[in-house]
């Protein structure tokens, strides 16, 4: 069968236009088809919508609060007076992780103009993000309506959805096949780290190193049946379809508890117990207790509660893929991908909670299933295109993890910029990832420096941050001469302690003043040579 080939695609919006990737994709279209046929005109509405914040909003394109490290309340305070996509864009976590199927403005944008109408995909913001969201929309929806259109004006021309790459969005996932796990960590170690590897042969994705993979993992099936027993449901009972049990296990969230699942028990109790329930769906915590509330202990909370199995799933929200960073690299060995996953356990009262995707991958997956995967393209954490450019990564814990990806892409591309890694965590006797990797970089040169830091090892605690300090002098020696440094994991502490290292570093061997130090780092920045990876 002979294939038709389409005609070239006409580029009239400049790759670095201030539009998101779907608003140039449609514009670029709107004007080939103006050139060739005749159209009809998008109203003001309908143009306000396709491209919320054009001219004439106010707005002046900053955004102060894009800052992961500050608190929503900060955020949004900074985002005052601004109009309601920009507020919007406050409430999320700021991380641009891309685990919403966006990036932080994208998404807001999408809100604004009612493209998308999930208010809970910001994963990292939880809850605070989901209710500061539904408070926003709700004014977007009281906003008065912009000028009227007559009656008389024809219909705007429909704007296509984007098609996406199948494996290229949460919204459309391939099946991978789930290859082995081997512990890091050693006896004697307090943590329990993973390096998982999937096989992506029969699934047609590659990846870059820098971007994230997405999982979607299913509820621990223990779990999912005290849940029905608390219901006093049978593992039978339809609901959309599928049984109780196959919907709990894979379609709908277990922890944490929404607050429309505290709405419906408002609905179907009384007294003491529904006043309770209301506060709770309203962000208040009249028991002290809400942090702790997953949906198990909400049943167990309002025990003689039994909602209907039907409205119970439709109360909870729906199962959210986790992202985690790519520890492999694909040029280094095409069709396989690793990661560097942390195992999450813990006890709240009596009561053994699991990490839902680091315990799928830990221990309830085997070797041989298949797995509902994507690729999260990295927003603006990549190797410099120079690959002469030296770099420097700050990565302790699993944030190892794109560090490995990097210097084994760097290996297989015959890339000879220099390379130094900051690592650390507990105990070098046991927590030292990948180290017979890492010793055999640094022995054939790959590796220039491997500086490391162990938080247990001492009477005082030492980390990677206080490790930068004592090199300082060697490290702006690296920046002077065009080093991109890197910095992966925690983002409310371990980024914020590393950035304030390297601002003392330029100040005191840079011979700044803090002010100016301050100014430096955030030029690396602009310049795209200061990249961080931070959740």
Request: glycine share 8%; with cysteine; hydrophobic share 40%.
């Amino acid at each position: 069968m002979n294939q038709i080939t389409p005609p070239p695609r006409m580029e009239v919006i400049p790759s670095n236009a201030p539009f998101s990737e779907a608003q140039r994709s449609w514009l670029n279209g709107f004007f080939a088809g103006l050139l060739t046929e005749s159209v009809t005109p998008l109203s003001a509405e309908q143009g306000a919508a396709l491209m919320p914040g054009g001219a004439g909003d106010g707005d002046d394109g900053q955004a102060p609060w894009h800052d992961q490290t500050l608190p929503i309340a900060e955020r949004m305070k900074l985002a005052e007076g601004r109009p309601l996509r920009r507020r919007m864009m406050a409430a999320m976590a700021q991380q641009d992780c891309g685990q919403c199927g966006y990036n932080c403005q994208d998404y807001s944008e999408a809100i604004a103009s009612k493209a998308e109408g999930r208010l809970n995909l910001c994963v990292p913001g939880g809850k605070e993000t989901a209710r500061m969201l539904k408070s926003l929309y709700e004014e977007l929806d009281r906003a008065p309506p912009t000028t009227s259109t007559p009656a008389t004006a024809p219909a705007a021309p429909a704007v296509a959805t984007p098609v996406v790459e199948p494996g290229r969005s949460r919204d459309n996932p391939v099946p991978a096949k789930f290859v082995s796990r081997r512990l890091l960590n050693k006896t004697g170690s307090e943590k329990e780290t993973w390096h998982i590897e999937f096989d992506l042969s029969g699934s047609g994705l590659d990846y870059e190193v820098g971007d994230s993979f997405g999982i979607f993992a299913k509820n621990e099936l223990g779990h999912v049946d005290q849940i029905i027993a608390l219901l006093g449901a049978s593992h039978t009972t339809q609901v959309r379809g599928r049984t109780l049990r196959e919907v709990l296990t894979d379609e709908v969230s277990l922890a944490p508890a929404p607050d429309s699942l505290f709405e419906l028990i408002s609905f179907i109790t009384g007294g003491a117990q529904r006043e309770k329930a209301r506060a709770l769906a309203q962000g208040e915590d009249p028991d002290g207790d809400a942090a702790t509330l997953d949906v198990m202990a909400v049943l167990q909370k309002f025990s003689g509660v039994r909602p209907h199995p039907e409205a119970f799933v439709e109360a909870l929200e729906a199962l959210q893929p986790r992202l985690y960073s790519i520890s492999s690299s694909h040029n280094a060995t095409p069709g396989k991908l690793s990661l560097t996953v942390d195992c999450v356990r813990y006890v709240i009262g009596k009561r053994k909670r699991l990490g839902l995707a680091s315990t799928f991958l830990a221990e309830r997956i085997q070797p041989g299933d298949e797995v509902r995967v994507y690729v999260q393209k990295a927003h603006g954490f990549a190797l410099p295109q120079d690959s002469k450019v030296p770099i420097i990564m700050i990565g302790p814990g699993t944030g190892i993890a794109p560090f490995r990806a990097f210097l084994l892409d760097r290996r297989a591309t015959g890339a000879t910029g220099r390379n130094w890694l900051f690592f650390g965590h507990q105990r070098s006797s046991c927590d030292f990832f990948y180290s017979d990797e890492l010793n055999a970089m640094k022995t054939s040169g790959l590796l220039t420096r491997l500086s490391l830091a162990w938080s247990r090892d001492g009477d005082k605690k030492f980390y990677v941050q206080d490790r930068m300090r004592e090199v300082g002098r060697e490290l702006w020696s690296w920046l002077a001469e065009g080093a991109h440094i890197y910095v992966c994991g925690d983002a409310k502490r371990m980024a914020k302690d590393v950035e304030r290292a390297l601002v003392d570093i330029v100040a005191q061997h840079g011979a700044r003043s803090t002010d100016e130090a301050v100014s430096f780092v955030g030029e690396l920045k602009k310049k795209g040579r200061y990249q961080q990876d931070v959740y």
